[in-house]
């Protein structure tokens, strides 16, 4: 059977395995069609009882986040600090770290260049500058217009905010980047030590192995979360609201689907011996739950829950997980390569190939940078359309104009996001020896697909 195939039918039995997830999800879909067809009354007026449900829903979706966001930033401290210990040797440490950079890096430098040549070719933007001014509702442009004078702002600063002047202050602020580096730095100290670091370790040790049982316990709300996440999601988009930016979807539905069953594949092939079949199915729940929350962040527990129970060591889960759910978002990135082109288009700018060899770059920095919380990609966006020289009257109707459909779109790359650290993951681990193929393969429903 040819590979994207498995890959499909793979998904899909995974999806079967965790039905709940997945019924929550589809039904989901369907309330939000339904709840957006009965939102407005025909008078013009909105109806309230609704209304009522929208908001109702909105509030458990939004629970159902919040408690797994709980969770992160103890779980990303404590898995790194664990894991960085556990490696020890700080040889196989930087093999491991060089690796990821590696790994990472391929997979998005794949995403860009697929953005890019699907959007240069398609020109998904020609002929939709009318459709521009149309779609920018007033308060879509008003958040997006202080989402861009807060980036603005940050810019100059991107470099110098990754080191924290004060770790709880970023601890208590949520900023994922700066926690890391100072986890990181911590974590490697700690390792060199030696035995005073004990009780400390042991304190992670506790710390992890309670906010992955609270995890387990978060999962039990999986399908009603994801239910109420998507309906609330799907019921504010209108149909009108795919006209004229048709091409674009495509062409993003396009480059992902070659990055999901391509790309990844290739690298799992290429670089492990890790059978790619078997690898989608067996993480198709935290897939789904992305999906879902459109946050790789507020996914990351699942994933190391998932990745470990399906073999990959705890050093590798603890090392190499946090680090991708916050810094490796290719999904991301080739979503803003093809928005920022797709704009450029739609505003007649033309690009020169070198300017889209920038956009691209860009785009993997300001992809690195986002948080993995949903909308995130879309607002360092700026960053890109800032640089292209964008006027700001045109940078927020363009913005304000993706921004009317892009939950539907950041649901799907925060699930490839989180499906490429899984699959960055399973590799390290399989150069590591740190793939047990027992656990892996220990699922009978999938062995069929693999002849
Ligand atoms: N929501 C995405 C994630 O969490 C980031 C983005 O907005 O692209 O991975």
């Not at 025909?42 to 986040?65: H, Y």
């Not at 603890?318 to 920022?340: C, E, H, I, R, Y």
């Amino acid at each position: 059977m040819k590979l994207h195939m498995q890959i499909l039918i793979a998904l899909g039995l995974g999806i079967k395995r965790n039905g709940h997830i997945f019924l929550g999800l589809i039904l989901g879909i369907f309330a939000g069609i339904v709840l957006h067809q009965y939102k407005v009354l025909p008078n013009g007026d909105l109806n309230s009882s609704v209304a009522v449900i929208i908001n109702t829903l909105d509030v458990i979706g939004k629970m159902f986040i919040r408690l797994i966001q709980m969770v992160v930033i103890p779980l990303v401290c404590s898995a790194i600090i664990i894991g960085i210990a556990s490696v020890g040797d700080s040889k196989q440490l930087g093999k491991m770290g060089k690796k990821m950079v590696l790994y990472y890096g391929f997979i998005t430098v794949a995403a860009v260049t697929i953005g890019a040549l699907l959007s240069v070719f398609f020109k998904p933007g020609v002929n939709v500058q009318t459709y521009i001014n149309h779609a920018s509702a007033a308060v879509a442009q008003e958040q997006v217009r202080e989402a861009i004078i807060a980036q603005q702002n940050n810019i100059s600063h991107l470099f110098l905010n990754m080191i924290p002047q004060n770790p709880l202050e970023s601890i208590a602020n949520g900023d994922m980047i700066p926690i890391l580096v100072f986890v990181l730095i911590f974590a490697i100290a700690l390792s060199k030590v030696g035995d005073v670091s004990r009780p400390i370790i042991g304190f992670f040790e506790s710390v992890f192995a309670a906010t992955m049982k609270v995890t387990d316990w978060i999962m039990i709300l999986a399908a009603p979360g994801v239910f109420a996440l998507t309906a609330t999601a799907i019921s504010s988009f209108g149909t009108g609201v795919f006209t004229g930016i048709s091409t674009y979807i495509i062409i993003l539905a396009v480059g992902m689907l070659i990055q999901l069953c391509l790309v990844y594949p290739l690298v799992l092939k290429l670089f492990s011996k890790v059978p790619a079949a078997v690898f989608f199915s067996a993480i198709s729940e935290p897939l789904m739950v992305a999906f879902g929350t459109a946050s790789s962040s507020a996914t990351l527990p699942l994933t190391i829950a998932c990745c470990e129970k399906r073999g990959i060591s705890h050093k590798v889960c603890s090392f190499v997980l946090p680090l991708g759910a916050t810094l490796n978002m290719d999904a991301t990135a080739l979503f803003q390569t093809v928005a920022v082109i797709f704009l450029t288009q739609a505003y007649g700018i033309t690009l020169e190939p070198i300017q889209i060899v920038m956009v691209a770059i860009f785009a993997i920095v300001a992809s690195s940078t986002s948080a993995g919380i949903p909308g995130a990609g879309l607002i360092t966006l700026a960053i890109i359309l800032n640089v292209l020289g964008l006027t700001s009257q045109q940078l927020w109707e363009g913005l304000a104009f993706l921004f009317a459909i892009d939950r539907i779109i950041d649901m799907f790359r925060s699930m490839l996001n989180v499906t490429s650290d899984a699959v960055v993951a399973a590799v390290i681990a399989d150069n590591e020896n740190e793939l047990d193929y027992d656990m892996l393969n220990n699922t009978d429903d999938y062995k069929d697909i693999l002849e």
